[in-house]
C-alpha cells in the first residue's frame, strides 16, 4: 500500500514548524535577537528564490508592492523580532502555545476592520483563546518571563495581521507566492542589520549557527513548500486542523532536545487556548463556509 502523500507533508509540516521554537533556543546562543531574525529571513529568501522558477513563482505587480512590503513588515520582520526576542526567556513549547492562537486574533481582526460577521462559535472560541493565551503569559511570573511572554503575544498579533493583509494578495496570487513577496520584503526591511549578524555569525558557536540556517531552510522555507503542496490537495478545513498538533509536537521536540519543562498554568492555558482555537476553526455549513477566505497558515 503506497503512502498517502499528502498526509505524509502535513506530518512533515507540523514537525518542522514544531521543531522551529526549539531551534530558536538553540540559535539564540550564538546570536541576539535581532541578527537572527535577519539570518532566518535571508537564509529563507534565498532558498525561496532558488525554488521561484521550478514554482513559476511570478513577478508581483508593481500596484501590489505597498501592500507587500505591509505585510512583509508585519508577518515576517516584526513577526521574527518580537519571537526572537520573546524566546530568550520563553521556554519553546509556551511560546508555540501563545503562537497558536493566531487564527482566534485573525478572526477578531476580521470582525473588526473587514465587517465580518463572527459566529457566536467564533466568538466563544476566540474568548476562550486568548483567556488561555493570557493565563500562559501570567504564569511566566513564577519564572521572570512575563514580559517576555507577552512580546510572544505581540509576535501572534502581528501574525494575525498579516494574514488580514494578504487576503487581497490571494485573490491574485498563490499562496506560495505571497509567501515568498512577503519573505523578500521582509529580509530587505532588515538588511541594517546584515552588517552586524555576518558578523556574529563569523564567531557564533558551530550549533547555534546550524540552528539559524535550518530555522531559515526547513521551518520558513521549505515549511511553506510542503504546506502549499498538501493544502493544494485537501480542503483547508482539513489541512488547517493538523496544525493544532503542533503545540504538542514542540513540547515533545522541546523535552527531547532542550529537556525543557512547561509550567503546569501554561500548560492549562495552552489546553484553553487549543481548544479555543479549535472552537473557532469548526467548521461550517457548506454555503456559508464557501463564502469564507482562507488566510494562509505560518509556522513559527
Known amino acids: 500500500m503506497k503512502p498517502d502523500k499528502t498526509l505524509l507533508a502535513l506530518a512533515a509540516t507540523v514537525l518542522l514548524w514544531a521543531s522551529a521554537f526549539p531551534a530558536i533556543r538553540v540559535a539564540l546562543r550564538g546570536y541576539d535577537y535581532a541578527c537572527l531574525s535577519?539570518?532566518?529571513?535571508?537564509?529563507?529568501s534565498l532558498v525561496l528564490l532558488a525554488v521561484a522558477p521550478?514554482?513559476?513563482?511570478?513577478?508581483?505587480?508593481?500596484?501590489?508592492?505597498?501592500?507587500?512590503?505591509?505585510?512583509?513588515?508585519?508577518?515576517?520582520?516584526?513577526?521574527?523580532?518580537?519571537?526572537?526576542?520573546?524566546?530568550?526567556h520563553v521556554p519553546a513549547g509556551t511560546a508555540s502555545m501563545i503562537?497558536?492562537?493566531?487564527?482566534?486574533?485573525?478572526?477578531?481582526l476580521a470582525a473588526v476592520f473587514l465587517g465580518e460577521r463572527p459566529t457566536p462559535a467564533k466568538v466563544a472560541g476566540?474568548?476562550?483563546?486568548?483567556?488561555?493565551?493570557?493565563?500562559?503569559?501570567?504564569?511566566?511570573?513564577?519564572?521572570?518571563?512575563?514580559?517576555?511572554?507577552?512580546?510572544?503575544?505581540?509576535?501572534?498579533?502581528?501574525?494575525a495581521a498579516y494574514h488580514l493583509g494578504v487576503k487581497p494578495l490571494l485573490r491574485t496570487y498563490t499562496g506560495l507566492e505571497t509567501a515568498a513577496y512577503a519573505m523578500w520584503?521582509?529580509?530587505?526591511?532588515?538588511?541594517?542589520?546584515?552588517?552586524?549578524?555576518?558578523?556574529?555569525?563569523?564567531?557564533?558557536?558551530?550549533g547555534a549557527l546550524a540552528a539559524a540556517v535550518y530555522l531559515g531552510a526547513l521551518p520558513s522555507a521549505a515549511g511553506f513548500v510542503v504546506w502549499g503542496y498538501a493544502v493544494a490537495r485537501r480542503t483547508v478545513t482539513t489541512a488547517t486542523a493538523a496544525l493544532y498538533l503542533v503545540p504538542p509536537a514542540t513540547l515533545v521536540v522541546a523535552y527531547v532536545w532542550l529537556g525543557e519543562r512547561p509550567h503546569p498554568g501554561a500548560l492549562l492555558g495552552g489546553?484553553?487556548?487549543t481548544?479555543?482555537?479549535?472552537?473557532?476553526?469548526?467548521?461550517?455549513?457548506?454555503?456559508?463556509a464557501a463564502r469564507e477566505e482562507a488566510a494562509p497558515r505560518v509556522g513559527a
Open 275 to 288: 481548544a479555543g482555537v479549535a472552537l473557532v476553526g469548526r467548521r461550517r455549513p457548506a454555503r456559508a
Open 99 to 108: 503562537v497558536a492562537v493566531v487564527p482566534a486574533i485573525s478572526a477578531l
Open 38 to 44: 535577519f539570518l532566518r529571513l535571508a537564509v529563507a
Open 185 to 206: 520584503a521582509g529580509t530587505a526591511l532588515l538588511l541594517p542589520l546584515a552588517p552586524r549578524a555576518l558578523g556574529a555569525a563569523a564567531h557564533a558557536p558551530a
Open 54 to 88: 521550478l514554482a513559476q513563482v511570478r513577478r508581483p505587480a508593481w500596484r501590489d508592492l505597498p501592500r507587500i512590503v505591509l505585510v512583509g513588515a508585519l508577518g515576517m520582520s516584526a513577526y521574527q523580532l518580537l519571537l526572537n526576542w520573546g524566546e530568550l
Open 126 to 159: 476566540s474568548a476562550v483563546a486568548l483567556a488561555g493565551t493570557a493565563l500562559i503569559a501570567v504564569a511566566g511570573g513564577e519564572t521572570g518571563y512575563p514580559a517576555a511572554a507577552w512580546a510572544v503575544v505581540a509576535a501572534a498579533v502581528v501574525q
Open 271 to 273: 489546553l484553553l487556548a
